[in-house]
């Protein structure tokens, strides 16, 4: 399992997908703080302010940006024989599913920081960070980064499943970017009229995700925000190893 993780990370680092979203998120950050800046935007007046405002507008590129890199990361290796050399191996399908996942999770998590961090510095060198408002401690930021975190990988976690089934990475990027725009208006739609989808949308990742910046969270919210990402994941990576074991690679 090392040894395939290693694989992995090198040809993370060595993906231009992953670069290229890295650098146009970076330079988007900066641009859009500064726009914001020069339209004067009243609501926009100190570093964490610039904060809250880049997490509302993280919500599409956390569930729409790693899709690229799910394209060219996973289902790319079936047209370009890696996935048939790496099978090939000796290793396991689950061990090789999970070493992909894992890797790929860490890369969309890198994807899902780099927006708000950046606008986030940006706007404090612009404005000075400011300050805190009542019951906003250090504590807040460290909460909202890792729920982030946890979210990012639970969407990680549907992108490899559905990358994982289709070879073509132009068809999965298409597909995910459509998944992720439509799905969880449709499962809200669904959740409206069946009373029985109701409590598992309120209880999925899809409408969790809106609250995870939410200040002075109970400690049953706190908890439930906590456990649905991490089950999802393991849920969702389980399935996904299945897939990838019946899977006939050519």
């Excluded at 969407?155 to 990358?163: E, N």
């Excluded at 289709?166 to 739609?189: C, E, Q, R």
């Excluded at 002075?216 to 906590?226: C, D, P, Q, R, T």
Aim: aromatic content about 16%; some cysteine.
């Amino acid at each position: 399992m090392g040894n395939l993780m290693k694989t992995e990370l090198y040809k993370l680092r060595r993906d231009r997908s992953f670069w290229t979203v890295l650098i146009i998120l970076f330079l988007a950050a900066i641009g859009w703080t500064l726009l914001e800046y020069l339209d004067h935007d009243p609501n926009l007046n100190s570093g964490f302010e610039v904060y809250l405002g880049a997490f509302a507008g993280n919500n599409y590129i956390t569930r729409i940006a790693p899709c690229i890199l799910a394209g060219f990361f996973i289902s790319s290796e079936y047209s370009m024989g890696t996935m048939k050399s790496i099978t090939a191996t000796g290793n396991s399908r689950m061990r090789i599913f999970w070493a992909k996942l894992l890797v790929f999770s860490f890369g969309s998590i890198i994807i899902s920081l780099i927006f708000p961090i950046v606008a986030t510095g940006t706007g404090t060198l612009i404005y000075g960070f400011g300050e805190l408002p009542q019951g906003m401690g250090v504590g807040y930021f460290v909460q909202t980064i890792g729920l982030l975190i946890l979210y990012a990988a639970a969407f990680s976690s549907i992108m490899a499943l559905f990358a994982i089934m289709m070879t073509d990475s132009g068809k999965a990027i298409g597909f995910l970017i459509i998944f992720f725009l439509l799905f969880d208006t449709l499962f809200y739609f669904i959740a409206m009229k069946v009373s029985i989808v109701e409590p598992v949308f309120n209880h999925s990742v899809f409408k969790l995700f809106v609250e995870i910046t939410q200040p002075n969270v109970g400690s049953n919210e706190l908890f439930k925000l906590i456990f649905v990402p991490i089950v999802t994941y393991i849920g969702i990576g389980i399935l996904g190893s299945l897939v990838f074991r019946k899977k006939e690679i050519k």
